[in-house]
């Protein structure tokens, strides 16, 4: 490497990269805010970073490669090799993390080095754009239209419900019907109700994504909102902790009867690892359940009810070419092709009737 060629610590670098996102300096390319979620991300990728040259015992350095020979490139390139193989085997064998946190991780990486190279214009090279990021696709556990017809229409089953847990399941229904994020459920207040010739409508701009959204509301949803209207002060919907939630719709879906066993399969370098429960047993299908299930379920049931994929964005808030979206897409084909074949066999059962 040339004796003039600048080197720098890595970590100050990468802090004040999340200063300059937390403080509105560098933004999203809209324009918008860096989310408060995504700087604890940034953050927490700094602390990894951290405990990885502790336990190598060696700093990160940037060099700043500007008209570098090729040899010097091909340094810097073994550099970075090395640091990509060593760090993933940091987060693989000592963190024992799955290959969708470990993509995560490298992904904020190259999000820094872009940074760097883009936004502060300096000579670091494109070394980082060989990180290589696992995929990890992991099929969004849903319910079905027939499953949340039943919590909605099923009085028997409501009124066996204690109080409380009578009162979450009206606050995941409704969060299945509208498709928000349980943070966004939580804030809403009685201006986001709008009431027209064709019926009442949901309206909201989202905290994560300030993305204004309009959501017909069907009559069970408002009588849902009735039920707790002027109950909990300003809010529509009682408030609980996401924590509760969680635990208590897991119960109810068992109390449900949809105990079906669904392991949970995640994956480590490409290879499919099932994470067992507390007793050991496999995950069944209420053990997935979560404030997450709502918005999956929202997506997903209209657009197997036929709802143009292009409608289903405008109200769920996801970009045209969303990654997370095209993913509910794929499930939908799944339902389709199943019912497909159904009809398909129907038919041929009518045939064989005929004859």
């Known amino acids: 490497m040339k004796k003039n060629a600048k080197q720098v610590l890595l970590l100050p670098q990468f802090k004040k990269f999340i200063s300059a996102s937390k403080t509105g300096r560098r933004t999203q390319p809209s324009g918008k805010r860096i989310t408060k979620e995504t700087v604890e991300q940034y953050t927490m990728a700094s602390r990894l970073i951290t405990e990885f040259e502790l336990s190598t015992g060696k700093p990160l350095l940037i060099t700043f490669i500007n008209r ?8 810097e390139n073994r550099y970075w090799d090395a640091f990509y193989r060593q760090f993933r085997d940091f987060l693989y064998r000592d963190k024992k993390y799955y290959d969708a946190y470990a993509g995560a991780v490298f992904k904020i990486i190259k999000t820094f080095f872009n940074y760097l190279a883009k936004e502060k214009s300096l000579p ?7 990180f290589r990021i696992p995929i990890s696709n992991i099929a969004p556990i849903v319910l ?11 009085q028997q089953f409501d009124k066996s419900l204690s109080r409380h847990l009578k009162r979450t399941k009206d606050i995941f229904v409704f969060g299945c019907t509208v498709g928000l994020r349980y943070s966004d459920l939580m804030r809403l207040k009685l201006k986001n109700i709008h009431h027209s010739q064709e019926g009442a409508l949901l309206s909201i701009i989202t905290q994560k994504t300030t993305t204004e959204v309009q959501i017909p509301l069907p009559d069970y949803a408002l009588s849902i909102l009735k039920t707790y209207k002027s109950k909990y002060g300003s809010n529509l919907l009682p408030c609980l902790s996401a ?13 449900a009867g949809w105990i079906h066993p669904l392991p949970k399969i995640r994956f480590r370098e490409g290879k499919p690892i099932e994470i067992k429960r507390k007793n050991g047993q496999s995950f069944r299908f209420c053990d997935h359940m979560s404030a997450h299930t709502m918005r999956r379920t929202a997506i997903t049931t209209l657009l197997m009810l036929g709802v143009p994929e292009m409608m289903v ?3 769920s808030g996801h970009a045209g070419g969303s990654k997370e979206f095209y993913r509910y897409v794929c499930l939908v084909q799944d339902y389709l092709n199943v019912e497909v074949r ?9 045939i064989q009737l005929k004859k």
């Open 144 to 154: 079905t239209p027939q499953q949340l017809r039943f919590l909605v229409l099923d």
């Open 124 to 130: 670091v090279g494109n070394f980082h754009k060989r």
């Open 68 to 75: 570098a020979s090729l040899r010097d490139q091909q340094k």
């Open 342 to 350: 159904r009809a398909q066999q129907k038919l041929l059962t009518e």
């Open 313 to 315: 964005r405008r109200i």
């Open 243 to 255: 924590t509760n939630f969680d635990l208590q719709i897991k119960q109810i879906i068992q109390l």
